[in-house]
């Protein structure tokens, strides 16, 4: 809301040093500030709200140590968040964005998935919350329009430079460049980090590949929100490791923006994308924040109306930003806890029908849960779980460099 009063004071009025307000960095600042401010300031009310209205977590008996304390602890501090990443974006970000309009939708979308979860859990004491085909049909819903924007729309293009941008004796000599709207995306240890779906897909037709395209998008939003979904099981976890996530997507968007940076780093150039740093910013800044009252022990949790949330979010910045087949690293400690649920899963049902006696991988699954059944202190856990979640964001944003 603000973007177009910063447009207005430098081209219109002209006014000396108001060209600062538009540039990235400062409106990025602005809006992890604010989002902090948020949810710190006003955390703490949110939660005294929360407390009043008895919106409580339900903790089912799992037999692991500490677990009875949080019996009753706050629930649904997911709509903090979502107040923490929407309120700093609408004010500092260009709403005429298309990848910040798709993020602005997203937030809510699910956000509002996981809402009716928790109310459902907590105001109808269901302890099963929203059934788990109505969060697909939601999830497959944002993934139809996520996918069918970033293949169709006009906007969402790519630029493919002729040569190289070069800069001799302080003089940036920017080449000839084409934009074009194609189904690219990154993958490293191939020609220039990039594959083109068209070709990958070209022998099912034309008319299949968007079909297919959108079939991608639906299945790694799905998965990376049911993987913080499920990574949300211990204090601090999913919000830390979401954080760290985001700064890497941060750093990703402002090199992907930046068209001397994106050629000198083997880069996708995705003209319009850098606006997402101010969406990324917001992002941080709310995980970080909620993990004033989040970290070990918890004041406040952030429910299905949080966690759901921050995994689509995660993913739709991965699709906007060409990075999607660099989930598996970025998001590793989602994609890890997500698999030893359905190794868990598979491994007890082969047993069973194979011994007539399940057996089990690990001693609890998600893996979190297994190392506190080793009697390992939770904040530790956390702990171990975000140097992981570094080290990722480390490897990820190193790969693109090997060719």
Known sequence: MLYPIFEYLDQVLDIPGTGVFRYISFRAGMAAFFSLIITITFGKNIINWIRRKQIGETVRDLGLEGQSQKKGTPTMGGLMMIAAILIPTLLFADLNNVYILLLLITTVWLGGIGFLDDYIKVFRKNK????????????????????????????????????????????????????????????????????????????????????????????????????????????????????????????????????????????????????????????????????????????????????????????????????????PIMCGVFLIENVSVILQVSYFKYTKKKYGEGRRIFLMSPLHHHYQKKNIPEAKIVTRFWIVGILLAVITLAILKLR
């Open 128 to 327: 099963e919350g929203l059934a788990g085909r109505f969060k697909i049909v939601g999830q497959i819903g944002i993934g139809i329009i996520v996918g069918a924007t970033l293949y169709f729309n006009e906007d969402v293009v790519i630029r493919e430079f002729q040569n190289p941008v070069s800069i001799e004796e302080g003089v940036v000599e920017t080449p000839a460049f084409k934009d074009v709207n194609v189904a690219k995306t990154t993958i490293p240890f191939v020609k220039n980090n990039e594959l083109n779906y068209e070709t990958l897909l070209d022998f099912l037709g034309e008319s299949m590949t968007p079909v297919l395209y959108i079939l991608v998008v639906i299945f790694i939003i799905t998965a990376v929100s049911n993987g913080a979904n499920i990574t949300d099981g211990i204090d601090g976890l999913a919000a830390g490791t979401s954080a760290i996530i985001g700064l890497t997507i941060a750093i990703f968007a402002y090199i992907s923006g930046n068209a001397i940076f994106s050629q000198y780093l083997n880069v996708m150039f995705i003209p319009n994308s850098g606006e997402l740093v101010i969406f990324t910013s917001a992002f941080i800044g709310a995980c970080i924040g909620f993990l004033w009252y989040n970290a070990y022990p918890a004041q406040v949790f952030m429910g299905d109306t949080g966690s759901l949330m921050l995994g689509g979010v995660i993913a739709v910045l991965a699709l906007t930003l060409r990075k999607e087949l660099l989930i």
